[in-house]
T-cell receptor, first 113, second 112 residues
Framework: GESVGLHLPTLSVQEGDNSIINCAYSNSASDYFIWYKQESGKGPQFIIDIRSNMDKRQGQRVTVLLNKTVKHLSLQIAATQPGDSAVYFCAEKEDFGNEKLTFGTGTRLTIIP | NAGVMQNPRHLVRRRGQEARLRCSPMKGHSHVYWYRQLPEEGLKFMVYLQKENIIDESGMPKERFSAEFPKEGPSILRIQQVVRGDSAAYFC??????????FGEGSRLTVL
C-alpha cells in the first residue's frame, strides 16, 4: 500500500544473530519479488529475488520466503554483520517483461556490535 | 564497467526554477526507469523509457514533469517551476530488455 510518511519500521539485532524482515504486498497479480538494500545516501542494491512459482530461495547468508496465500514476503539474514545495517525494501512487479517495480515502505535494520 | 551514472548528485533550486536531472544507463542497457523517494519512504515509480520512446509514464505528475531518453546522450528528468514538495531523491535505474534493474546513486533535489 501507499506510505503515509510515517517513520520507517526499525529492527535492531545483535551482531552475529539472525534477522527476519517482513513485507506484506497487496497485488495478487504480482509474479516476481525482489529484496533491495539501501545504505544511507546510496541507491537500492539488489539482494535476492523470487518468482511466484517458488516459496523459498536461498543466497549467500540470505533467504527469501514467499507465502502467496497471505501475500507475505520475508528476508532472513543469517549471522548478521555491521555492514548489514541499512534500509531493506521489498519490491514487486506483475509482468516479467516490464521491469516497473512497486516498492514497499522499508525496514531499517541496525546491527548492534 | 561503470554503473548507472546520475548527475548532479545534489541540486538546490529556488521555487519556480527548473531542475534537470541526468542519467546515463549502464553500457548495453536500453531501458531506463525513474523513481522518486521521499524521506523515510519507499521508491515510487515515475516513468519508464526506451530510446526515444516513453513506454509507461503512469507515475509522472501531469504537470511540470517531463522525461526523455534521446537516441544519443543521457536520459533527462525535467521539473519545471519547482515547488517545495518536489524536494526528494530521484533515482534512475537501467536494464537490458528483460533483466535485473541496476540503480544509480540518486540525485537529491532541495527546493528552497
Amino acid at each position: 500500500g501507499e506510505s503515509v510518511g510515517l517513520h520507517l519500521p526499525t529492527l535492531s539485532v545483535q551482531e552475529g544473530d539472525n534477522s527476519i524482515i517482513n513485507c506484506a504486498y497487496s497485488n495478487s497479480a504480482s509474479d516476481y519479488f525482489i529484496w533491495y538494500k539501501q545504505e544511507s545516501g546510496k541507491g537500492p542494491q539488489f539482494i535476492i529475488d523470487i518468482r511466484s512459482n517458488m516459496d523459498k530461495r536461498q543466497g549467500q547468508r540470505v533467504t527469501v520466503l514467499l507465502n502467496k496465500t497471505v501475500k507475505h514476503l520475508s528476508l532472513q539474514i543469517a549471522a548478521t554483520q555491521p555492514g548489514d545495517s541499512a534500509v531493506y525494501f521489498c519490491a514487486e512487479k506483475e509482468d516479467f517483461g516490464n521491469e516497473k517495480l512497486t516498492f514497499g515502505t522499508g525496514t531499517r535494520l541496525t546491527i548492534i556490535p | 564497467n561503470a554503473g548507472v551514472m546520475q548527475n548532479p548528485r545534489h541540486l538546490v533550486r529556488r521555487r519556480g526554477q527548473e531542475a534537470r536531472l541526468r542519467c546515463s544507463p549502464m553500457k548495453g542497457h536500453s531501458h531506463v526507469y525513474w523513481y522518486r523517494q521521499l524521506p523515510e519512504e519507499g521508491l515510487k515509480f515515475m516513468v519508464y523509457l526506451q530510446k526515444e520512446n516513453i513506454i509507461d509514464e503512469s507515475g509522472m505528475p501531469k504537470e511540470r514533469f517531463s522525461a526523455e531518453f534521446p537516441k544519443e546522450g543521457p536520459s533527462i528528468l525535467r521539473i519545471q517551476q519547482v515547488v517545495r514538495g518536489d524536494s526528494a531523491a530521484y533515482f534512475c535505474a537501467s536494464s537490458k530488455a528483460i533483466g535485473e534493474l541496476f540503480f544509480g546513486e540518486g540525485s537529491r533535489l532541495t527546493v528552497l
